[in-house]
């Protein structure tokens, strides 16, 4: 379905990163795999096998985002997907969040996503489109806020940015999509298992009664978004959270 792509994935050493790289791969698709730390990236590239390579960048810096897009088209020839994946979350009570965690979550989150969503623009208009996903979160429609509103800040920035370059882009066939993942990463295995009684009462509120499999649910869903089955599909956020959230 996706032999011939070659898709770039920041984040991609752990949790939904490699789930979505891992199920790309399944697909056809070979895999840039960037990051800041080579030994988690090198894992997953072992686990791909051939057509996985790894670039080491910061995506907090912007002559590093510049400098590992050029490098993954100049390896592979091109990119016809971007993941926008990585983030740094600033989570807790607004009162308690330092300026530096907000700012750093969004200068991972929403302005990363926009520096790299440029970068790779001109290489997927090159290639006649593509696709990009950004990670949005549906922390952003929470029924309770609290803990929650700088992370939903940033999320709900990147959903800006989405509707934006789908609305700029999609005469170049370059379609910009949104989702919003449950996912059993490591960092909400590590929530879950220090606070048990709070995680058991979420598990409740979604409908399917579990949160996705980072490959399995997660990936997945994804390469379908990025095949051409669904190909007329752009500027949405994709809940994928077992049905919990109302994005409305």
Same mark, same amino acid.
């Given at each position: 379905?996706l032999?011939?792509?070659?898709?770039?994935?920041?984040?991609?050493?752990?949790?939904?990163?490699?789930? @979505?790289?891992?199920?790309?791969a399944?697909?056809?698709?070979?895999?840039?795999?960037?990051?800041?730390?080579?030994?988690?990236?090198?894992?997953?590239?072992?686990?791909?096998?051939?057509?996985?390579?790894?670039?080491?960048?910061?995506?907090?810096?912007?002559?590093?985002?510049?400098?590992?897009?050029?490098?993954?088209?100049?390896?592979f020839?091109?990119?016809?997907?971007?993941?926008?994946?990585?983030?740094?979350?600033?989570?807790?009570?607004?009162?308690?969040?330092?300026?530096?965690?907000?700012?750093?979550?969004?200068?991972?989150g929403?302005?990363?996503?926009?520096?790299?969503?440029?970068?790779?623009?001109?290489?997927?208009?090159?290639?006649?489109?593509?696709?990009?996903?950004?990670?949005a979160?549906?922390?952003?429609?929470?029924?309770?806020?609290?803990?929650?509103?700088?992370?939903?800040?940033?999320?709900?920035?990147?959903?800006?940015?989405?509707?934006?370059?789908?609305?700029?882009?999609?005469?170049?066939?370059?379609?910009?999509l949104?989702?919003?993942?449950?996912?059993?990463?490591?960092?909400l295995?590590?929530?879950?298992?220090?606070?048990?009684?709070?995680a058991?009462?979420?598990?409740?509120? @979604?409908?399917?009664?579990?949160?996705?499999?980072?490959?399995?649910? @997660?990936?997945?869903?994804?390469?379908?978004?990025?095949?051409?089955?669904?190909?007329?599909?752009?500027?949405?956020?994709?809940?994928?959270?077992?049905?919990?959230?109302?994005?409305?």
């Amino acid at each position: 379905m996706l032999a011939g792509k070659v898709a770039l994935v920041t984040g991609g050493g752990q949790g939904v990163g490699r789930g @979505i790289a891992l199920a790309l791969a399944r697909r056809g698709a070979r895999v840039a795999l960037v990051g800041r730390t080579p030994a988690r990236l090198e894992a997953v590239a072992a686990e791909i096998g051939d057509g996985a390579t790894c670039f080491t960048a910061d995506i907090k810096d912007a002559a590093a985002v510049s400098a590992a897009v050029h490098a993954v088209a100049e390896h592979f020839g091109g990119i016809d997907i971007l993941v926008n994946n990585a983030q740094e979350v600033p989570l807790g009570p607004l009162l308690a969040v330092e300026d530096s965690a907000f700012e750093a979550g969004f200068a991972s989150g929403p302005l990363a996503s926009f520096r790299l969503m440029k970068a790779c623009r001109p290489y997927l208009r090159q290639r006649g489109g593509g696709t990009i996903i950004n990670l949005a979160s549906s922390a952003a429609v929470r029924w309770d806020m609290s803990n929650y509103g700088a992370y939903a800040a940033v999320k709900q920035a990147t959903r800006a940015l989405t509707r934006a370059a789908a609305a700029e882009w999609g005469p170049d066939n370059i379609r910009v999509l949104a989702i919003a993942p449950h996912a059993n990463s490591p960092g909400l295995q590590g929530w879950v298992d220090d606070n048990p009684e709070e995680a058991e009462a979420f598990f409740r509120t @979604i409908p399917l009664r579990r949160v996705g499999d980072c490959e399995d649910d @997660i990936g997945n869903a994804v390469a379908a978004l990025c095949g051409p089955d669904l190909s007329y599909l752009t500027g949405a956020t994709i809940p994928l959270d077992g049905g919990q959230a109302n994005f409305g």
